[in-house]
């Protein structure tokens, strides 16, 4: 690889983190596993700074855009789950919210300056907590990108479920779907 060309994350690489962490991001020095008070748990503590490793859990955040009683959902053109469908979204960055990078995604993947609405939920799959946005759709209409092969909304009727990414993927279509065919409720 060329020292300044752009690249994609190896997931295999990630994995190994935090645990095989030997030097300090800040000073370079050796990192030891220390008993970290007042929580009771091994850290790994830089052995010259006294900086501490928090790893924090990475967090995902998406939009579910809904226009019409239907949902946007794209085909994912990167792995994990390259070729199979699910709601836009990602990472949220270190110094963003949940909300931003809902927005900053949806913006990335398909394109879409969307509104955010009510939380649809949280939702859980091993490490990984998804947080997901309803959203209205703005002026642009859904378009391609690298990570976006496909895009179109589906109906409640519609969902291509033996397609979809994610657990979470499921588990959030599933509750939209849900909400859809509650009976209104009178105020
Ligand atoms: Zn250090």
């Known amino acids: ?6 690249i994609h994350a190896n997931h295999r690489v990630q ?5 095989k962490v030997k030097f300090c991001p800040l000073c370079g020095a050796a990192m030891e596993s220390r008993m970290l008070m007042p929580e009771n748990a091994e ?4 052995t010259r700074c006294g900086f501490v490793l928090f ?3 990475k967090l995902v955040a998406g939009c579910f855009v809904v226009d019409a009683g239907r949902v946007l959902l ?10 199979k469908w699910t709601f836009p979204g990602g990472y949220v960055d270190f ?3 949940a909300a931003d990078a809902a927005l900053r995604e949806t913006r990335e993947e398909v394109g879409m300056r969307v509104a955010l609405g009510l939380l649809l939920g949280v939702f859980n799959d091993g490490p990984n907590t998804v947080v997901v946005y309803l959203a209205t759709p703005g002026k642009e209409p859904p378009s391609l990108s690298d990570e976006a092969t ?5 109906a409640p009727d519609d969902i291509p479920w033996p397609d979809l990414a994610f657990p ?14 509650k009976p209104r409720q009178s105020a």
Request: aromatic share 8%; with cysteine.
């Open 1 to 6: 690889m060329k020292k300044h060309d752009p």
């Open 15 to 19: 994995r190994d983190y935090p645990a």
């Open 43 to 46: 850290r790994k503590v830089c």
């Open 55 to 57: 790893p924090g859990p």
């Open 74 to 83: 794209l085909r994912r053109g990167i792995e994990p789950a390259v070729g």
């Open 95 to 97: 110094g963003e919210n």
């Open 150 to 154: 496909g895009v179109r909304y589906f």
């Open 168 to 181: 979470t993927t499921i588990d959030a279509i599933t509750a939209w779907v849900a909400s859809t065919r």
